[in-house]
């Protein structure tokens, strides 16, 4: 396990405001929640912060607060991915200059860029700064899947620093991981928690972590212990709200049940649409039967 960088991390979620801005004071009370109850560390501004729904002012702002409530206690990596290399090149060094730990994107979307294209987004990126960065892999999401060679190619630059690995294909990660022992991987999927970790995954950061940091710091611990049995049973705990929290939008699950614990977040922001009444039934059940008798 990477000795710098493991555990579980909350990618964290975007609190608003009545009036719809963003609630950076509620965003610093779930920042030191968190730490209060066992996690490791944040991932600032990634696919959960509704980060492409983000102006680049609130994305760096956003930053500057958690990093302020966190006051160095735990570890930030900060995602700065966008389409154009320029702009997370900005980020970039507002991350550095604001306290980040380490820097994460994801590739360039929308238009077909070529692995060429790639491969020199992060070379951009990871040449425009000292921190450490960490490849976002979400080939859902972003069309480009990460391959063996692509990744050989970026590590010849040394602040390379891993992977966060938001895919199914356990093979990969644990080929990446075997081929580069000195890299932190991600597990990106929270339902495959327990399988990333097998497969060699140092961590795991995910969206519901947010909203049960017990249930995968019980997952995580017992798997460090070596206790399958826990292991198990957590992971299908943690499985049973995660398939409510999937069924009506990951954000706005996540963040109806931070309500339950006296969150005020406003729900998420258009496209995305509001939960509803059904989906607020199902989610008060499922924090009742297990997030609540794990806290
Ligand atoms: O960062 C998250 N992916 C997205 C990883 O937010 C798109 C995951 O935590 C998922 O939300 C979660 C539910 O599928 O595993």
Known sequence: MNEQYHGIYAALVTPYTGDGKVNYDELQKLVCHLIDQGLDGFYVNGSTAEAFLLSSEEREKILEAVTEANAGRRKVICHVGTISTDEAIRYTRHAEKAGADAVSAISPFYYKFSTREIIRYYNDIMGSTALPMFVYNFPNFSGFS????????????????????????????????????????????????????????????????????????????????????????????????????????????????????GFHLNGVRRPFTPMDEAGRKELRQVYEQYILPNR
């Not at 891993?162 to 990660?173: A, R």
């Not at 212990?225 to 957590?234: E, F, N, P, R, S």
Request: hydrophobic letters at 45%; proline letters at 3%.
């Open 146 to 261: 990460l391959t063996p060679e692509v990744l050989e190619e970026l590590a010849k630059n040394t602040n390379l620093a891993g992977v966060k690995f938001t895919s199914s294909d356990l093979f990969l990660l644990e080929q990446i991981k075997t081929a580069h022992p000195e890299m932190a991987v991600w597990n990106g999927f929270d339902e495959m928690l327990a399988s990333g970790l097998t497969a060699g995954a140092d961590g795991g950061i995910g969206s519901t972590y947010n909203c049960m940091p017990w249930l995968a710091r019980k997952v995580f611990d017992a798997f460090v212990a070596g206790d399958l049995t826990q292991v198990q049973d957590k992971q299908r705990q943690m499985n049973q709200v995660i398939k409510v929290i999937c069924a009506h939008g990951v954000f706005a699950s996540v963040k109806e049940i931070l309500e339950m614990e």
